[in-house]
């Protein structure tokens, strides 16, 4: 069992503990810390327990995503003078050392998603595996609960996919990301079959929204296209759910760039217009001052405000329709494309615009799906050019587009080490 595995395990048991103690009235809020021992979680009174700490592990390791492919993206600039978040802004190999974490204070400035999104997706295909083991008459939301972690886990090698070189699963040797995307895609249609005998159509657009995104990744248009297309009614959303209770549940964006002053909106995200106004998809406001750096002139993101307990989208008709665009081309995705302009109260194309419909594609992704998560998944997909010389902090940008496999996994995987 590798150390994440072990990790993994002790913190299912941990949590399990805490919430069958607590029996708080939201799944997704915990508090208390506990142990148990591993068997007691084949228990069926476990299998809610179960359920709720796989999903907010996936909470945690999202909100880890969605910040680190904002710098990655160049969506944000590091505002702080704190290394670990600066190397991730110059890109270095350094990254290898960080692997990424649940943050443990409000302030934290460490990125990295790959070690709390293996720990969610090995979480969730724990809980899978174990409560498949009961029936619905032990636990009368099972199939609900199976095509929750199957989705998630779907959603996990998707973007472990998306953002590493390289992926590995439970201790075994090297996949690629296609391979890793075909993963994605088998539990996203595992989903669906559960989510149809549950009679959950959330879980179902949930499924076919993600496994629209693994179809097109694999290149895969048609498959794309046709799942996207019933991702419906429009405005539907699947967010990442976040609480103030603990800093782990709190949305590391908002910590980072609301309460905190560490990432600032880079400038080819200010000031932008569709029509000749505002393009109010990417508000960005302007305080008139410098980050935690001193240094680096401060924009902050006004697209998720609230509190630390306000949501991230994984998954919305918006995207599916964008995806549906690239998949199919022409007059069609120019119609996907004022569909999700009308819906944000944008202008819709006016002919000005390029011809080449990839390019226009990929600019409203960039847009509409602004500190998403989705940007630095695109550079990669469509071979975009990251920045090359210095940053704005004058140090030299590395050499590191998708991330490597961190030294935490192949100094402990057997079948890594030495390679």
């Known amino acids: 069992m590798t150390t994440i595995m072990k990790k993994t395990l002790h913190a299912v048991a941990s949590l399990s503990f805490a919430l069958w103690l607590t029996a708080c009235n939201s799944l997704l809020d ?238 080819a995200y200010r000031s932008l217009t569709v029509g000749g106004v505002a393009d109010t998809r990417v508000k960005v406001l302007n305080p008139n001052r410098n980050g935690q750096d001193g240094l680096t002139p401060l924009y902050i993101q006004q697209k998720f405000l609230g509190n630390g307990a306000v949501g991230l989208p994984i998954a919305s008709w918006k995207e599916s329709q964008l995806i549906y665009a690239e998949a199919v081309g022409g007059q069609a995705a120019k119609d996907a494309i004022n569909a999700v302009r009308t819906a944000a109260g944008v202008p819709k194309l006016d002919g000005t615009e390029t011809s080449d419909i990839t390019a226009l594609v990929l600019e409203e992704r960039r847009r509409s799906l602004f500190s998403e998560g989705q940007r630095y998944s695109d550079m990669i997909r469509k071979k975009l050019p990251f920045p090359t010389g210095v940053n704005a902090k004058q140090q030299t940008y590395g050499p590191i587009t998708c991330i490597p496999l961190p030294n935490i996994e192949t100094q402990n995987n057997p079948n890594l080490q030495g390679k």
């Open 30 to 267: 915990v508090t208390t810390p506990g142990r148990v021992a591993a068997e007691t979680l084949n228990d069926p009174s476990m299998a809610v327990v179960l359920e709720s700490a796989a999903m907010q592990q996936f909470q945690c390791a999202f909100g880890s995503w969605v910040t680190t492919a904002g710098v990655m993206s160049g969506e944000y600039l590091v505002s702080n003078n704190l290394v670990n978040s600066n190397l991730w802004g110059w890109r270095g190999t350094e990254i290898l050392t960080a692997p990424g974490t649940c943050a443990t204070s409000r302030t934290a400035t460490d990125l990295g998603y790959y070690t709390p999104m293996q720990s969610a997706r090995f979480q969730n295909e724990d809980a899978f595996a174990r409560i498949s083991t009961l029936t619905d008459a032990q636990v009368p939301t099972r199939q609900k609960i199976l095509a929750e972690m199957s989705v998630y886990s779907g959603w996990a090698y998707l973007l472990l996919g998306e953002g590493m070189c390289d992926m590995t699963v439970n201790n075994g040797p090297k996949i690629t990301s296609a391979q890793t995307m075909v993963l994605a895609e088998t539990q996203f249609t595992t989903a669906l079959t559960y989510a149809a005998t549950a009679n959950d159509n959330d879980l179902k657009l949930f499924a076919l929204a993600g496994r629209a995104r693994a179809r097109l990744n694999l290149a895969n248009l048609p498959g794309a296209a046709a799942d996207a297309a019933q991702v419906l009614p429009v405005g539907w959303q699947r967010t990442a759910e976040f609480s103030e209770s603990r800093p782990a549940r709190e949305n590391k964006l908002y910590n980072m760039t609301i309460r905190n002053d560490y990432l600032s909106v880079a400038p």
